[in-house]
Nanobody
Framework: VQLQASGGGLVQAGDSLRLSCASS?????TAWFRQIPGKEREFVAAARWGHRSTHYADSVKGRFTISRDNAKNAVYLQMNSLKPEDSAVYYC????????????????????WGQGTQVTVSS
């Protein structure tokens, strides 16, 4: 499975962005992580499609939404009310199986990763 992330950019605080992750095949667990230089990769959101459940980091809950388009094998991260602290490189990740609940926030759960897309939010 190959993943291609896109949709990042430079926006102002309060703006919205939608990230896309195009997949070469169907996956059953998809997540978004983000990373800033010098820090560990941070969990943002995940979906366990087989369980029809979504999960979010507390810092983005209520502002970000993960969704997918099965026909396009694409997963999206709609980001609203962006804040400067949301600035990072965002990575999509995928698993061929639906992760167990305790593993959705662990990067090691996901065997497939996209190349990352930069999101910069100015104040």
């Amino acid at each position: 499975v190959q993943l291609q992330a896109s949709g990042g950019g430079l926006v102002q605080a309060g703006d919205s962005l939608r990230l896309s992750c195009a997949s070469s095949g169907r996956t059953y667990g998809t997540a978004w992580f983000r990373q800033i230089p010098g820090k560990e990769r941070e969990f943002v959101a995940a979906a366990r499609w087989g369980h029809r459940s979504t999960h979010y980091a507390d810092s983005v809950k209520g502002r970000f939404t993960i969704s997918r388009d099965n026909a396009k094998n694409a997963v999206y991260l709609q980001m609203n009310s962006l804040k400067p602290e949301d600035s990072a490189v965002y990575y999509c990740a995928a698993s061929l199986t639906s992760p167990i609940l305790s593993a959705v926030r662990d990067p090691q759960t996901y065997a497939y990763w996209g190349q990352g897309t930069q999101v910069t939010v100015s104040s």
